[in-house]
């Protein structure tokens, strides 16, 4: 019997993020999309998740933010996870470089102009083939205006708080799934291939052809990766 999923997006996203997968997995899967918006601390938001979780264990997938705050979840509570799945994402702690633009965002969000926001971010996350992709777009929009500009603020302040991951990594012994595009120019690959050298036994997967949003971008490679790593055996305790 398979474990049910927990999937968190990232920032500005919501379920739109994962809608693929959900369906691509076939309904074989129990999934749950977990809440990021009601936050102000990576710490607070993980145990929000836990606390929330209609599954006592579960398999635990999150891109980018979500990423950040799957991994404050499995250093909170990692009897709780069964599987870990990293996507596009970092273990390293806020730079100064990051921590000025996510405040200029938030002033710019402040000022009503989240829609410019979410312009300016679409042309980082995705690969620069898909940056006319009308349809793409759309969705982007779309989860943006579902987040809208307050919860917007508050996960820019709980990513800021979030901790270097780099020293649990090791402690980490669930099958791990460390997934990215290879053109992901806001979490590069070589972020993904030092979460892999350092989780034993993760297994890495790069996407071609593909920016941040890998779900979105290449939702038929992200969900095959995602369903051989559901399938994969869990080793005895």
Known sequence: MKV??????????????????????????????????????????????????????FALAGLSMGGYMSMEIIR???????RLALLDTSPRPEAPEQTRRRLEFMALAEQGRLPAVT?????????PSRAEDATLMATVRAMARNVGKAAFIRQQRAIMSREDSRPHLPSITCPTLVLCGREDASTPP???????????????TVVEHCGHLSTLERPQAVTAALATWLAAPIPSP
């Open 4 to 57: 049910p999923l927990v999937l968190i997006p990232g920032l500005l996203c919501d379920a739109l993020l994962w809608q693929s997968q959900i369906a691509g997995l076939g309904g074989a899967v129990d999934c749950w999309v977990a809440p990021t918006t009601a936050e102000e601390t990576m710490a607070a938001a993980a145990a929000r998740v836990l606390r929330e979780s209609p599954f006592p264990r």
């Open 76 to 82: 909170q509570d990692p009897d709780r996870v069964a």
């Open 119 to 127: 312009e300016s971010l679409f042309a980082q996350w995705v690969h």
């Open 190 to 204: 070589a972020l993904s291939e030092e979460m892999a050298r350092t989780i034993p036994g993760a297994k890495l």
